[in-house]
């Protein structure tokens, strides 16, 4: 008895604890354990339009998602984007996820490995994850995985069966093919939750003129960053990204699937990417120097290489067994 009681305190502590730092992180502007930028007041009166340090393009377009936006605006797909996105906050940050749906009976969110980097298991830790246009938050349930070498992982929510109703309402979104991959020039969507502008911290819709894939090839790149010690291979994109936003699915606008995961939001930025001359100039390169100054995705042939491998390999113990089935479920999606 005193040790269920030690236990639920301890839970309940570290609810109340991970909730306050939720609000401070978002009083602050802060996301993703990166350093925000706190727009100037009369930036603030100009709205999302205003140019800052994270902007790519002559204008920031980083769209603010209400039900009232998503009514006006009538798309199918960017009300399924917004369904689907979810807010993970730990004690250590908050971040962006997405919603994979309900496999051998346990709902599957995708998010970055770094953004669980001090979460060795959701027994001890505690890991909020919000649909903010349902105005739902659960509590993460297990680890499906980390997979570090791709920055990607994928954790199962803690559920009541009657929650299986809301659940059914969302079409959840799945990974393109391994010939997937985004071309050059090819038209994406990414919502998130960017803190740049956006001191509420809600989330944000990207989808301009240059939120597209500008990177011909792939490469393999390292941010600096020590919570992500590896190369991680990239494309880089020219969506108005922030803090917060790692971990944002990269939809292609012309058929829905997931083509990658943002990871890095690099800053600051040089004052040539706020040119749209220069960067119609970088589409028309076949080999453009695009690993600086932009935000870089993780595509999905590498996200799906990683997990095929990872199933391949692993050692088939009856709490590894259940793990796999479940990678291998949205791998045949």
Not at 6 to 23: D, K, M
Not at 39 to 58: C, H, M, R, T, Y
Not at 70 to 78: A, I, K, P, S, Y
Not at 134 to 154: F, N, P, R, S
Request: aromatic letters at 8%; hydrophobic letters at 40%.
């Amino acid at each position: 008895m005193i040790k269920t009681t030690r236990y639920l305190e301890s839970h309940l502590l570290n609810w109340l604890l991970v909730t306050l730092i939720g609000l401070v992180l978002a009083s602050c502007g802060g996301g993703n354990g990166e350093v925000g930028i706190t727009p100037k007041a009369d930036d603030q009166a100009l709205g999302e339009k205003v140019v800052n340090e994270f902007s790519i393009g002559p204008t920031w377009d980083a769209l603010k998602v209400s039900s009232e936006f998503l009514l006006e605006r009538n798309d199918f797909l960017t009300a399924r984007l917004a369904a689907n996105t979810v807010k993970v906050t730990t004690v250590h940050r908050t971040g962006t996820g997405f919603y994979l749906g309900k496999h051998l009976g346990h709902h599957i969110i995708a998010t970055t490995a770094h953004g669980l980097v001090n979460v060795p298991s959701c027994k001890f830790s505690t890991v909020l994850i919000q649909f903010p246009m349902a105005k739902k938050v659960y509590t993460c349930k297990e680890l499906i995985g980390i997979w570090a070498d791709v920055d990607y992982a994928m954790l199962a929510l803690k559920a009541e069966p009657e929650e299986d109703e809301f659940f059914a309402t969302l079409n959840p979104l799945k990974l393109a093919p391994l010939s997937g991959n985004p071309l050059q020039g090819t038209p994406l969507m990414s919502m998130g939750f960017g803190s740049v502008l956006n001191n509420d911290n809600q989330l944000t819709l990207k989808e301009d003129r240059y939120c597209t894939n500008l990177s011909p090839q792939f490469a393999r790149m390292n941010n600096g960053d020590e919570r992500i010690p590896r190369k991680i291979p990239s494309f880089a994109v020219g969506c108005d990204l922030s803090p917060g936003d790692s971990g944002s699915a990269l939809v292609d606008k012309r058929n829905g699937r997931v083509v990658g995961m943002v990871w890095s939001i690099m800053k600051p930025k040089s004052p040539f990417v706020k040119s749209a001359a220069f960067l119609e100039d970088i589409l028309s390169q076949s080999e453009p120097n695009v690993w600086e100054d932009f935000g870089y995705a993780v595509p999905v042939s590498s996200i799906r290489r990683s997990l095929q491998i990872w199933a391949n390999r692993v050692e088939v113990s009856l709490p590894m067994r259940k793990r796999r089935r479940i990678v291998l479920k949205i791998l045949d999606q």
